[in-house]
Antibody
């Protein structure tokens, strides 16, 4: 059974940093492309970024609002996906979901972790 | 990349069919067949319902179907059931990015 468990969310002040983790199990993590998707309170889904598998280059893509501030990384030895968030803004407040990506779709989702950025 | 355009809300009675549209551009929806649809119930994580325009993951009822014409994709739910009441999001993935629609609230009357 595929499981994705996010952690690391919490309350942080504007301008601060936070690191989210996603522990993966039930599939071959090293072969998977992984995404982060967020959802602000009462709002819709927003794609944050993705990281390819190392065999596909291991590179990452980012949405414009987070490019240059957020960094996605992966540790295939620990089956863990990370999202380093710097220079946080109040508009980054959201539930952050870790997902797998397969044929251009987010097929498995974690339960999400809430990040609250205060002014 | 701008969000894909969906109607804010749709409604239907049990047993009826509804269709939700998702309009993008020739750079996203129109360019790739990586269009997917998600169902989200309140307080829950989204669930993949349709991938690659019209394919259903295992376990998704065949009442759910997807299609695409030009820059617009559509999700059709036939034989509406009470448990279909939820928010629905479309998405389009490209080689370098992803984008979601604004979401559509489906009410089963």
């Amino acid at each position: 059974e595929v499981q994705l468990v996010e952690s690391g969310g919490g309350l942080v002040k504007s301008g601060g940093s936070l690191r989210l983790s996603c522990a993966a199990s039930g599939f071959t993590f090293s072969n998977a492309w992984m995404n982060w998707v967020r959802q602000a309170p009462g709002k819709g889904l927003e794609w944050v970024g993705r990281i390819r598998s190392k065999t596909d280059g291991g590179t990452a893509d980012y949405a414009a609002p987070v490019k240059g501030r957020f960094t996605i990384s992966r540790d295939d030895s620990k089956n863990t996906l990370c999202l380093q968030m710097n220079s946080l803004k109040t508009e980054d407040t959201a539930v952050y979901y870790c997902t797998t990506e397969w044929v251009g779709a987010a097929d498995y989702w974690g339960q999400g972790t809430l990040v609250t950025v205060s002014s | 990349q701008s969000a894909l355009t969906q109607p804010a809300s749709v409604s239907g009675s049990p047993g009826q069919s509804i269709t939700i549209s998702c309009t993008g551009t020739s750079s996203d929806v129109g360019a790739y067949n990586y269009v997917s649809w998600y169902q989200q119930h309140p307080g829950k994580a989204p669930k993949l319902m349709i991938y690659e325009v019209s394919n259903r993951p295992s376990g998704v009822p065949d009442r759910f179907s997807g299609s695409k014409s030009g820059n617009t994709a559509s999700l059709t739910i036939s034989g509406l059931q009470a448990e279909d009441e939820a928010d629905y999001y479309c998405s389009s993935y490209t080689t370098s990015s992803g984008v979601f629609g604004g979401g559509t609230k489906l009410t089963v009357l």
